[in-house]
């Protein structure tokens, strides 16, 4: 039976990831610290990352397929952000999100290899003026992705999944249906916001493309194609 770990898997995209995978026959181990988790696990904490991987292995042996989605949002200026607010963000969504790449990446070299799927965001490609932090954190994430790649090569391959605005708990209460988030949907090639299962299907389709490592998909309907001046020279809203 193939196994896997979802780090972040209580809610949003993880959650839609395991769903997937368990119904696919998949023996599932959700990491987070919150929600459906079997193993409670803070990824900023080295030791209660090598523990959960330490626990992972007991339970159901050195998995081959690792999905990363947790993650931290930020809303901020750069000239109001709090210097610690630097690094709570970095701290989780790059170097959290490496520490427990690596220690699940050990076993996995040692055992025959797999693949790992990690969560990054269009964010890192595309300057945000109100989340300058979040921006930076993903925009590490990627090299990340891309070094690890080239590491743990040939036995592991790690890849990445850029989402646009997907309806997650990330939002908060913001209203769907008015306001930035109708506006986004309505800039959006596809003409919606992204749902959790939409990007779960692109991080499974990559962990079973064998062809791929090193790059990080950008799956967000279309948003991302558009240039911010429009053919007549207005900045687009």
């Given at each position: 039976?193939?196994?896997?770990?979802?780090?972040?898997?209580?809610?949003?995209?993880?959650?839609?990831?395991?769903?997937?995978?368990?119904?696919?026959?998949?023996?599932?181990?959700?990491?987070?610290?919150?929600?459906?988790?079997?193993?409670?696990?803070?990824?900023?904490?080295?030791?209660?990352?090598?523990?959960?991987?330490?626990?992972?292995?007991?339970?159901?042996?050195?998995?081959?397929?690792?999905t990363?989605?947790?993650?931290?949002?930020?809303?901020?200026?750069?000239?109001?952000?709090?210097?610690d607010?630097?690094?709570?963000?970095?701290?989780?969504?790059a170097?959290?999100?490496?520490?427990?790449?690596?220690?699940?990446?050990?076993?996995?070299?040692?055992?025959?290899?797999?693949?790992?799927?990690?969560?990054?965001?269009?964010?890192?490609?595309?300057?945000?003026?109100?989340?300058?932090?979040?921006?930076?954190?993903?925009?590490?994430?990627?090299?990340?992705?891309?070094?690890?790649?080239?590491?743990?090569?040939?036995?592991?391959?790690?890849?990445?999944?850029?989402?646009?605005?997907?309806?997650?708990?990330?939002?908060?209460?913001?209203?769907?249906?008015?306001?930035?988030?109708?506006?986004?949907?309505?800039?959006?090639?596809?003409g919606?916001?992204?749902?959790p299962?939409d990007i779960?299907?692109?991080?499974?389709?990559?962990?079973?493309?064998?062809?791929?490592?090193?790059?990080?998909?950008?799956?967000?309907?279309?948003?991302?194609?558009?240039?911010?001046?429009?053919?007549?020279?207005?900045?687009?809203?």
């Amino acid at each position: 039976m193939t196994t896997a770990v979802v780090i972040g898997g209580g809610s949003g995209i993880g959650a839609a990831v395991v769903d997937r995978q368990r119904l696919q026959g998949v023996e599932v181990l959700v990491w987070d610290l919150g929600g459906e988790a079997d193993i409670r696990c803070d990824i900023t904490d080295t030791e209660q990352v090598d523990a959960a991987t330490v626990e992972t292995i007991e339970r159901i042996g050195t998995p081959s397929l690792v999905t990363v989605t947790a993650g931290v949002g930020h809303s901020a200026f750069l000239l109001d952000a709090p210097a610690d607010d630097w690094d709570r963000v970095l701290g989780t969504n790059a170097k959290g999100v490496w520490l427990a790449m690596r220690s699940l990446a050990r076993p996995m070299l040692d055992s025959g290899g797999g693949s790992i799927v990690v969560t990054s965001s269009v964010s890192a490609q595309l300057a945000d003026k109100l989340m300058g932090l979040y921006c930076v954190s993903k925009a590490a994430l990627d090299m990340v992705i891309k070094v690890a790649a080239l590491e743990w090569a040939p036995d592991v391959r790690v890849n990445g999944v850029a989402p646009g605005v997907t309806d997650t708990a990330m939002l908060g209460p913001a209203p769907r249906d008015r306001g930035w988030l109708l506006g986004v949907a309505e800039r959006t090639v596809l003409g919606r916001l992204g749902t959790p299962d939409d990007i779960a299907q692109a991080i499974l389709a990559i962990h079973e493309t064998s062809w791929v490592t090193g790059q990080v998909l950008t799956c967000d309907g279309g948003l991302s194609l558009h240039s911010p001046i429009d053919p007549l020279g207005r900045i687009a809203p």
